[in-house]
């Protein structure tokens, strides 16, 4: 029988250049793709991308579990939400019952982010942590994080992995890490992270190193980005049996780069067009993250984990899906211009 898929977050950053790139390319045999939306300006948005708009919501649980089985929706993929999880417990569920009526394969892709897996999250940052590693899931059950917020989104991971193995469905944890350059949707165009450095430079006039130390973290294009999530979709649709549950992890990197490498380039093309006032990179004190807390709109506390902190997670599954990323990590350094002048163009629309 073949799948019918539903992309949800479509209007964003990561969901937009997904939805675009299916566009692009060929599947493998499948029945029908969904893009969930909220409005009509959306849903005009995603038929032109020849995906079919379903208008649903998500809190409704009695709706979602109608409207997933009454389209014999098998795959679904979360681009909402890494924190909580209520969104995604009515979903697994109405996939566990397309199965118990189909006997048809689920699959439920969730996803996460590299802080949930860095030491903001209590996660070893002294040694390499791969996403093949066998005791992932244990090491993710008893993490524990210096901060409510990482540990609610730790805890979610938890409860994808956990309630999709009772309902009969194959879950994936999806991992982005910094990931740049424009996107390719409808809707948003511009990273989280790279944005929340150029915000914060834009509030204080000046770029700030707001780690204790040396800290490192993994890096990603957003085309390298997508080519993961399509990889692991076209396994899926030609059956393979690619790893899920506690062993369906897959990070999307072409490796790591040092933050201080990114403050400096970012730097400097912040300070050509005025926007800092000079180049170099200043070591933050408190009333620096406080101001920059201001700006990014969080609690000083949880500066660093906007922009800054070690993860030394590691891709190695993505590999055996035969995935390959097209730029090295340092790519990030040498376009730096391009991506502030694209985030500079964007925060002024």
Known sequence: MPHSILITGASGYLGGSLLAELDRITLPPHEKLYGLVRSQEQADAVKQYGAEPLILDLKNERAVLRTIVDAKISIVYFLIDALNSELQIPLIKALGEVKRQTGQDVHFLHTSGAK?????????????????????????????????????????????????????????????????????????????????????????????????????????????????????????????????????????????????????????ALAERGVVASSKVKKADDAAIARIGQALACPKELVTVQIGGTCTFTPQRASELGWKAEYPPEHILEVADAEVDMILKYLKD
């Open 116 to 268: 949930i897996f860095s030491n903001h999250a209590g996660m070893p940052s002294d040694q390499e942590l791969r996403d093949t590693d066998p005791a992932l899931f244990e090491l993710q059950k008893t993490a524990k994080a210096p901060y409510p917020t990482i540990n609610r989104a730790v805890s979610t991971n938890n409860i994808v992995i956990e309630t999709a193995e009772a309902s009969g469905v194959r879950s994936y944890i999806f991992v982005p890490c910094i990931v740049y350059g424009e996107g390719k949707g409808f809707g948003n165009r511009i990273s989280i992270q790279t944005t929340a450095v150029v915000k914060a430079a834009k509030a204080t006039k000046t770029v700030y190193d707001v780690n204790a130390g040396a800290a490192t973290w993994p890096v990603c294009h957003v085309r390298d980005n997508t080519a993961l999530y399509v990889k692991l979709l076209e396994s899926i649709l030609s059956g393979h049996n690619q790893g899920y549950g506690k062993e369906g992890y897959y990070l999307a990197s072409s490796g790591s780069v040092a933050w201080n490498d990114i403050y400096a380039s970012m730097a400097t």
